[in-house]
């Protein structure tokens, strides 16, 4: 009842009231100027795109930003260090192909880093300059280098406290109004918040264009999804890995549902246990985030999220124990759309197993003969296989999608997919 509650609370109006008197309205009250927090690290290759786009862009914006340089993602955040640090750069170059940006060809040295840390000390508290030390910084320019001094360490420790006492765990963020816009994909709602308040007149061109999604094409509900059939190009298999209990895999499931139906394609669904079933430790100001950046998204999108009934453990059992059963009926999609909206939609609890079997009746599917097969025929096995597959590609999360011999992670990397789908038609 009171995790009940705490949804009900992220949803509510009141909330996003009280917020934006507590951060903005009573600032503007006293005559000051409006103002937002930007967290950079340094060795961050997001935050190196955010603070380019922010020089860039900033001139529109009537408010004040205050630069705060730390470590990184706090202690525990990042659950795979190793492939998180490989993939970023690969994907910072893709928001760099997306906006004109400097490309990144390797991290920088120790020697690079502790030498920005240190020049940074000497400069103005700007964007300009935050970007003058991340350039010189990431294009490899320092010819002198300074060692890491105490004073430089206690003030991003310091800052690093400051990031976690307001309640984020990552570099690569803007803090306004309460609330918290992470890395150059969450810009457009940070424009959002901006003209909402008056201190933007509108949304940037280029922001704009980039996330203008109709709603018409990813409207997606069980009693809709139309039969897939193929088409001409070099593969027709859209393979997502997604959990049940990701907000995410939610959001990119829906997505990926309508970009099958858009290009005939056969979408493959290859369900893996929620981090927190796998050992995972995931701190609770991320999992909020995630849950309020999932709702927002979902609003962009136009995809219904109404709430939140936590399936983990006995919910994502019971869902995951019947889903190969009704994938082989050829129901999988239908099945597992369902599922998503039960937790995310409709707030069933499928910790019980009569949900489970409402949503296969619903489906025309019978649930004793799912019983019966999925008695003969392990979940764990082919979640553990999907688990194998998804480390192949590097990943440590989900959703993650692959065709060809292209992978993606997060729901919002679906439109380069889809670009690599149109080349790929018009090709053939």
């Not at 994502?316 to 009926?329: D, G, L, S, T």
């Amino acid at each position: 009842m009171i995790f009940r509650l705490k949804i009900k609370w992220l949803h509510s109006q009141i909330r996003q009231k009280l917020i934006a008197f507590r951060y903005f309205s009573f600032a503007r009250f006293f005559r000051q100027q409006p103002k937002a927090e930007v967290y950079l690290a340094l060795n961050d290759p997001h935050s190196f795109m955010l603070v380019q786009m922010l020089v860039r862009l900033q001139v529109r914006y009537d408010i004040k930003f205050t630069v705060f340089f730390i470590w990184g993602a706090l202690p525990g955040v990042t659950i795979s260090p190793a492939l998180h640090r490989r993939w970023a750069i690969a994907d910072a170059n893709l928001i760099a192909q997306q906006y004109q940006l400097i490309n990144i060809t390797k991290s920088p040295s120790l020697l690079q880093l502790s030498t920005g840390q240190q020049e940074w000390q000497l400069y103005g508290n700007s964007i300009e300059n935050a970007e003058r030390v991340f350039l010189k910084t990431w294009c490899n320019e320092f010819k002198t280098y300074f060692q890491t001094s105490t004073p430089t360490i206690t003030h991003q420790v310091k800052n690093q406290a400051r990031l976690e006492d307001k309640g984020h765990y990552s570099a690569a963020t803007i803090y306004f109004a309460g609330d918290w816009f992470a890395g150059v994909d969450r810009l457009y709602h940070f424009e959002q918040a901006l003209s909402e308040f008056g201190l933007l007149s509108d949304i940037s061109n280029e922001i704009a264009a980039d996330n203008l999604i109709y709603q018409s094409q990813i409207s997606v509900k069980t009693n809709n999804i139309k039969a897939i059939s193929t088409v001409n190009i070099a593969s027709s298999k859209l393979e997502i890995f997604l959990s049940l209990r990701s907000p995410y895999s939610y959001l990119g499931f829906v997505q990926a549902l309508a970009l099958a139906q858009r290009y005939q394609l056969e979408l493959v669904i290859k369900p893996v246990l929620p981090l927190l079933m796998r050992g995972a430790s995931i701190p609770i100001a991320k999992q909020k985030y995630i849950y309020l950046d999932a709702l927002r998204e979902a609003k962009k999108l136009g995809i219904e999220f109404n709430g939140f009934v936590d399936p983990l453990g006995a919910g994502v059992i019971n869902c995951y124990r019947m889903f190969a059963w009704a994938e082989k009926q050829g129901k999988g999609a239908e099945y597992m759309l369902a599922c998503f909206r039960a937790v995310y939609v409709e707030n069933i609890d499928l910790s019980v197993a009569d949900n489970i079997e409402r949503i296969l009746n619903d489906l025309t599917l019978d649930f004793q003969q799912a019983q019966a097969y999925q008695a003969e025929h392990d979940w764990q096995q082919w979640a553990d296989s999907n688990q194998r597959e998804l480390t192949a590609l590097e990943f440590w999360g989900v959703p993650c999608f692959k065709m060809n011999n292209s992978s993606y992670w997060g729901q919002d990397r679906l439109q380069y997919l889809e670009k690599e789908i149109k080349l790929n038609l018009s090709i053939n």
